[in-house]
């Protein structure tokens, strides 16, 4: 147990990043009480029967009230009507934060929606699994994982560190990175890979019905790893692509290039083009290893 970061912290959206926060910011003392809000009926259900909240409720400006962190960690697409909604029961001096994958529309659309006197202080996890609802969070989730924050220049270095300190407190190391330079990153190491997930799995139910039992059947690693990605939530990941669209289109042009040069080495025989690019992949493979990503 650690000395608490927050007295009341709301947490909007109790999916796998939601309900995993809960988890982890009660096992380590880091709030004196945990407010959850989701809209879901069967999920505040759940919430209750498994006491991972001290009040439930499915409205974010009862949630807001009397809170000194809300976390939104609901959908992107659903960030501006949760806003609207919860800005009039903020309190003075409240921090405002958020657990989504792309970071420049935060900052751009939010400040607009938040009262003067919030601070508003994105972050992004890079940390989940293809689960999600608050039966699959666990508290383990955020240890030894990276937890970007994007804050404006202009930004509180208290709410900054405070929120730091939270995450630091779940386990997890902490980056400081501008919000656009955030969205590229991910787009190549995150979104780029999920895209081609679901492509890969669209094409293999597009098969005849006889060959597409045989890929199921028959399903090794490589395919298996890829419906494991494809099984993640897709409203998430719909809003994902949605806000980070110029990002993935460029490193989405970027593959379709480096997959022609694939595809003519594989045409033409060029063996050593082959080899030389996956004794490269190999390499970094083994730096995730090294580096405990993996």
């Not at 909007?12 to 939601?18: D, T, V």
């Not at 890979?193 to 059947?217: C, F, M, N, R, W």
């Not at 090794?220 to 419906?227: H, I, L, N, Q």
Request: aromatic share 6%; charged share 25%.
């Amino acid at each position: 147990m650690t000395d608490s970061v927050f007295d009341r912290i709301a947490i909007i959206g109790f999916g796998l990043i939601g309900s995993s926060l809960a988890r982890a910011v009660k096992a380590h003392g880091l709030v004196r009480s945990i407010v959850a809000c989701d809209s879901s009926p069967d999920a505040r259900a759940t919430i209750v029967r498994l006491g991972l909240a001290d009040q439930v409720t499915d409205d974010p400006a009862v949630a807001a009230k009397d809170a000194d962190l809300v976390v939104i960690a609901a959908p992107l697409g659903a960030y501006a009507d949760i806003v609207r909604r919860m800005a009039p029961s903020l309190k003075h001096g409240a921090i405002v934060s958020d657990v989504g994958s792309v970071k420049a529309p935060v900052l751009r659309d939010l400040p607009s929606l938040l009262p003067e006197y919030v601070q508003l202080i994105p972050g992004h996890p890079i940390a989940g699994t293809e689960n999600s609802g608050p039966a699959s969070g666990f508290e383990t989730l955020f240890e030894g994982r990276w937890f970007i924050m994007t804050p404006a220049a202009d930004a509180d270095p208290d709410a900054i560190k405070r929120v730091g300190d939270l995450w630091r407190g779940c386990g997890s190391l902490i980056e400081i990175m501008e919000a656009s330079h955030h969205d590229k990153v991910l787009a190549i190491t995150s979104h780029l890979p999920h895209l081609i997930a679901y492509t890969i799995v669209g094409t293999a139910a597009h098969l005849e019905e006889d060959a597409q039992s045989e890929v199921i059947k028959f399903s090794a690693s490589g395919f298996r790893d890829f419906t494991r990605i494809a099984a993640s939530d897709p409203t998430m990941w719909r809003d994902v692509f949605l806000n980070n669209r110029e990002a993935v289109l460029e490193m989405l042009q970027r593959f379709n290039e480096d997959l022609t040069v694939l595809q003519r080495a594989i045409r033409f025989g060029e063996g050593e083009t082959l080899f030389d690019l996956f004794t490269r992949t190999r390499a970094i493979r083994r730096r995730i290893i090294d580096a405990q990503q993996a």
